[in-house]
Nanobody
Framework: CLQLAESGGGSVQVVGSLRLSCAASRSTTSRDYFGWLREVSGKEREGIAATYTRDGTTYYSDSVKGRFTISQDSNTNMLYLEMNNLKPEDTAMYSC??????????????????????WGQGTQVTVSS
């Protein structure tokens, strides 16, 4: 079965950058949406970036728009999240996730966690001032 594994997390100072990677164990062509979500203990999981694999459309939350970039390499079954100008409030556990095949959802719903049914184990990002 398909598995996802994140890497690239770590500690960085404010306005620094990190690149997260998500390796899929096999082809992801059966999955319609790939996304990055983050979670802080005690808070609701937040979807921050996603891509619709059928046409490459990307989606971002307001909290990361203009600073983070999601990209996918279907040849290598990799998903990336380039994070720039990091802020302390970006500190969280970041997970990549994949949706099942599904009817395209409204833009406002793409980043909601219930769309995704396969998750990686997560990688911690800590931003210090």
């Amino acid at each position: 079965c398909l598995q996802l594994a994140e890497s690239g997390g770590g500690s960085v100072q404010v306005v620094g950058s990190l690149r997260l990677s998500c390796a899929a164990s096999r082809s992801t062509t059966s999955r319609d949406y790939f996304g990055w979500l983050r979670e802080v203990s005690g808070k609701e999981r937040e979807g921050i970036a996603a891509t619709y694999t059928r046409d490459g459309t990307t989606y971002y939350s307001d909290s990361v728009k203009g600073r983070f970039t999601i990209s996918q390499d279907s040849n290598t079954n990799m998903l990336y999240l380039e994070m720039n100008n990091l802020k302390p409030e970006d500190t969280a556990m970041y997970s990549c996730a994949a949706s099942p095949p599904m009817t395209p959802v409204p833009t406002s719903h793409v980043l909601r966690s219930y769309n995704y049914n396969l998750w990686g184990q997560g990688t911690q990002v800590t931003v210090s001032s």
